[in-house]
């Protein structure tokens, strides 16, 4: 306690310490998210029997290697890198619009990559280049891309990026990408019908190591470009011209978020499919802890998230073991009351 | 020196500024008056480097055009009009906004909100506060990005839109002595204003602006004429001077109480 006061007392009103100490503090929260992840399931394997099996130097069975280190342990990483994309982009375009109610959904990224992937089902038998069980991701990716480079095409008029346009753009976008989504869907038969519901209320029961390999640096380098960002996301808070007159460069900061959600969101909704709310009342508790410099929101968000959606994952697939619901189910049941708490709370405090 | 020659400045189809010129002396505080819409803000924004313009704009020798934000926020600081924060932070974490990396110290953060008489508040959040107290926090933050009014032999800039606007008249005296204090020291000071006593009172300098043309600029006493800023706001001004010859605006309402 006395370390603790004398640091305020050197810098009130700087909440860094007390955010580097939320980072232990997640970190921690995650790696025992992961190790429950890992710990708990449908099938009777235990991972204490089993390192316990390690220990005494006897061989694993082969189912209990099986379930821990071809469906578990990817299935667990695979949630880290979602939750901690979803949670980042989130905070990032929370930032970027100046608005803590943004979320990737808003701005047509999910709504894009759900059109990618209803494509893939209901017209992808004609394609035979991909091979069928990545053309859904590929596919709802490359929606994801497309939506979100439209949009920034649409808001940039000689090099300058109007944030205004892009969400008002964004929610335009989203509207005709659902229409399609709808005609598709319409056009759908029962078993493509079947496959987009529970593609889009997102799943991570597909995880596996080869997925992981392309999802990885996907999600992976946006994530660690993302600190980068913090600085001139601090600055954007005062406004882009005062941003500016602090010496942030604007256009490329713009430039350089819409591509690290692009490429985050992009890759974590082909991988997962729809999973709500995570970019929102992730950053959102964060700041209500620690304040709202990025320096720190950033890599916190990235912690909490991943340790968010691996214990979703945990409960979506226990709790009406041995069947599974869909993670988004989960994340929506708990992530839309908050919203709208969020919502109560800051009307009247927030005017946009 | 900072210098604005032949400056045009368009917003649709419409002309803001027609071809001024403007110069601003270091050392010096420069106030720029004129009635609402003649373009006052824009003069201040196109200066700080916000908007396309026509013409060219040097500080300290060099062309503002092509500068980098980085090296411009180095010489030069902006206060905006109104300027409402998008997430809670604190008064400290906005007055740290402005400092680059390197020079993030706390006793500078502190000695800024001391100036403009917000000692001990760092800890407050800044939504909390006052429409007046916010306009301070910012000044400010203004004030620790340029802290040394002279680096390295150059003079550095406050560029200020209506810095008094939202606050009372201790407050705003306490503004202008810190105005005067930079500019003392070496530093140079462009502030746009509205109260003309206060400018009289402050400024080296005033650009009298109407229709988006500077229609004088020289020191107080040579602007604040009746004729010169009777035709500039369209009203009868009627312009004294007090015993040390500094210039006052007494308004005389037609048919009021003192009239």
Redesign the interface.
Known sequence: MVAVSQTWARAPGDRSAAARRLTAVLALMLALAALAGLAAGASGTSLWSALADLAAGRELSLRDRVVLWDIRLPRVMMGCLVGAALAVSGAVLQGLFRNPLVDPGIVGVSAGASLGAVVAIVLGGSVAVIPAQWLVPVAAFAGAWAATLTLYRIATRAGRTSVATMLLAGIALTALAMALTGLLVYMADDAQLRDFTFWNMGSLSGASWSKLAVAAPLIGLPLLAAPALARGLNGLALGEAAAGHIGIEVQRLKAAAVLIVAAATGAAVAVSGGIGFVGIVVPHLLRLVSGPDHRYLLPNAALLGAALLVLADLASRTVIAPAELPIGIITAVIGGPFFLYVLLRQRGLVDL | MLIARDIVVKHRRRTILHGLLFRAEAGQVTAIIGPSGAGKSTLL?TL???QPFEGRITLNGRDIRGA???????QR??L?QA?P?????????VV???L??AMAL?HV?AQALGRVGLA?R???LF?ELSGGEQQRVHLARVLA?VWAPVTGGAPRWLLLDEPVSSLDIGHQLQVMAIVRAFAGQGGGVVMVMHDLNLTAMSADSVALMQAGRIVAQDRPGAVFTDALLGAAYGCAVAVNRTPRDCAYVLPQVAGGPGG
Do not use: I, K, N
């Open positions: 924004g700080s480097g916000d980098r934000p980085a090296e411009m926020a180095r600081a902006v905006p300027m924060m998008a997430f809670p932070f604190t008064v400290a974490e740290r906004l402005g680059h990396e706390p953060v001990g760092e800890a407050a939504q990005q």
